[in-house]
């Protein structure tokens, strides 16, 4: 016996058709229309989308960062985001400065075994790049099903790399298929800039974006960008902000290059001005890089829209105002950066996007689920309706109106950025492999039944 779902109008990334879709051991086993009930379990879907479950590439859950350790672990995290439709999320395994990555790799499957209640997968996230670490990313890849790497070149004296080591780790990850990430800031001149308005007796929230200015994004991008091609290798530009970074990837492109860049929902819909707001409230936004004007939520749509930019991931890292953020109430660069935003994602941008009409249903597929799971190696297991896909698949009612606010959302957290949001859209039911995960408002699954996914190898041109 299977789960039958029934009426409901299937969205690909790039398809829409009206079809019924059986789920049997875990994978989609018939896609037709008017497939007979026999003794399947039915769930109705009329009048709603069925998307591929959302893959969320950009998590830090159970991270120590800025001195504090992230709000949400394995299982809150993981709860919260199966109620906004993610069925897969990347996170990023932290390398410890000194540890070897299989070590802190193992630390990660810890933190996320028994308490995962959707499938994840794990980046690395590098400590210091020393050679011992950059000879360990062959068997990383090869026999850990970690295929990507992010390097900073901001966060001076902490993760920063030097361009040096950029570049021999994008000519390693060239050879054996991995993908390289860059945050992409330059922290040298931040570093200056920091320094100064600390020394001017700067402290609030806003100086953490004024002293982080969109040249300084661009800037890093330009240079990762020509890094990557000298070294023959392909880029994922992670968090895209502003049109100096987006043109640089969209330039690269052109040229034909293997350049992707990610953007996430606070630089759509949220703003420099959210960090005047009173009473260290700003403080909510405080992330890097940091949100930017408004005219650049402009470029950034035209960029999804043009799939120039081509994956939305949050960059979930979520912080209590209260003992978390407060440890910079005198100082901004000591709030932990980062914010709540992995059950929201997929809302703010069908919202945003589809609904306001700025983007298509193929697209929000795309960029919610589809080219993350081609660019991180787990196409078609993830990212797809399809026979033999796994049966991750979301119901979305796309005529459910929510407001999103802290007191009824699911992550562990004291603060949301999209406070009073209202949006139109959110999922009626989730399925992961093929198990009901979300009913309506109730979570029905268990934590610890999200299963470790092991990403293949890259090669560069996916999406
Ligand atoms: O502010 C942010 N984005 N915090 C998470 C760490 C990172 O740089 O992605
Ligand atoms: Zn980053
Ligand atoms: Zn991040």
Known sequence: MGTLIRGGTVVTASDVSRADVLMENGVVAVLANGIAPGDHRVVDAEGCYLFPGGIDPHTHLDMPFGGTVTADDFRTGTIAAAFGGTTTIVDFALHQKGDTLSNSLRTWHRKAEGKAAIDYAFHMMIGDMRDEVMQEIPQIVER???????????????????????????????????????????????????KEALANGQTEPKYHALTRPPEAEGEATVRAIRLAEIAGAPLYVVHVTCAQAADAISDARKRGLPIYGETCPQYLVCDYTDYERPDFAGAKYVMSPPLRDKWHQGVLWNKLRNLELQVFGSDQCSFNLKGQKELGRHDFSRIPNGSPTIEDRMSILYHHGVHEGRIGLNKFVALTSTNAAKLFGLFPRKGAIAVGSDADIVVWDPKAQRTISAATHHMNVDNNIFEGFQVMGKPRHVFLRGEMIVDQDQFVGRPGMGQFQRCDPISPVQV
């Open 144 to 194: 850990e099903g970690v295929s990507s790497f992010k390097l900073f070149m901001a966060y001076k004296n902490n993760l920063q790399v030097d361009d040096e080591t950029l570049f021999r780790v994008l000519r390693m990850a060239a050879r054996v298929g991995a993908l390289v990430q860059v945050h992409a800031e330059n922290g040298d001149v931040i570093e200056v800039l920091v």
